[in-house]
Structure formats: structure tokens, C-alpha cells
């Protein structure tokens, strides 16, 4: 576990490549609402791993790129997506990553679990 913005923080790998960041609470459990169960967090990688699969464009010569995001209850984007690692904001692979996130928005996931999915860390690999 590791600090984000002074939440705790749970993460899981997903198909070795995927890393879906859980917002927690100071107990390690989300802060309103219930928790989230391995199964639960297994259940909503897949689903936006499939969302965003039918988005993602890798780009010819694409670059790693990881992105955050935050999304209201409706799992609609707050924001933008940001690029926080990788290949820069500005480039080929950044854009087509962010152009993803969009597309794929809203994401299907189950309201009662809201504050383990409020914020995602995602990578995007060629």
C-alpha cells in the first residue's frame, strides 16, 4: 500500500500490464459506502479493460503512456485525463490514450462501490 493525495491506496495488476488505483480511506477501506473485494476489483478491471479496448488506437510507433482520471458517480470523466508517466502529454501516444479514456466514457461501474473507482491509473502499451 502507498499514499495518493494523503488517501491510502490499494492496487492491482490486471493481465500484467494494467494498474487500477482504489482510492481508500485512513482504515484502508473506502470512505463511504462499502468496500471493495478482491472479486469486486477484479470484476471492474475487466470491465474497463473491455471499455477501453474498444477504443485504444495504438499509434504506429506508440510509447507507453499511463493516464489518471476521475469520474462522478454516473462514471462519466471529471476533467480530463491527465498523462502522468511515459510518453509526454503532447505526444502521438498521449493524445490516442486520452482520445481512449473519452471514447470509452462512461464507464459501467457499480455505483455502490464509487469511492474504490472515483480515480483511475491506467497504462496504455503498444
Do not use: H
Not at 500484467?16 to 476489483?41: K, N, Q, R, Y
Not at 506508440?62 to 498523462?83: K, Q, T, Y
Not at 505526444?91 to 481512449?100: N, Y
Amino acid at each position: 500500500m502507498g499514499t495518493f493525495r494523503g488517501a491510502r491506496v490499494r492496487s492491482a495488476i490486471i493481465s500484467g500490464a494494467a494498474l487500477f488505483v482504489l482510492l481508500a480511506g485512513p482504515g484502508g477501506s473506502a470512505t463511504a459506502g462499502e468496500p471493495a473485494s478482491t472479486a469486486d476489483i477484479n470484476d471492474m478491471q475487466a470491465q474497463v479493460k473491455r471499455q477501453l479496448a474498444a477504443c485504444w488506437k495504438a499509434p504506429r510507433n506508440a510509447e507507453p503512456v499511463m493516464l489518471r482520471w476521475r469520474l462522478d458517480r454516473s462514471g462519466s470523466l471529471v476533467g480530463s485525463p491527465a498523462v502522468v508517466a511515459g510518453a509526454a502529454a503532447g505526444s502521438e501516444s498521449g493524445r490516442a490514450a486520452v482520445a481512449a479514456v473519452r471514447c470509452a466514457s462512461p464507464f459501467s461501474l457499480p455505483v455502490r462501490l464509487y469511492e474504490s473507482w472515483q480515480e483511475i491509473l491506467w497504462p496504455f502499451k503498444p
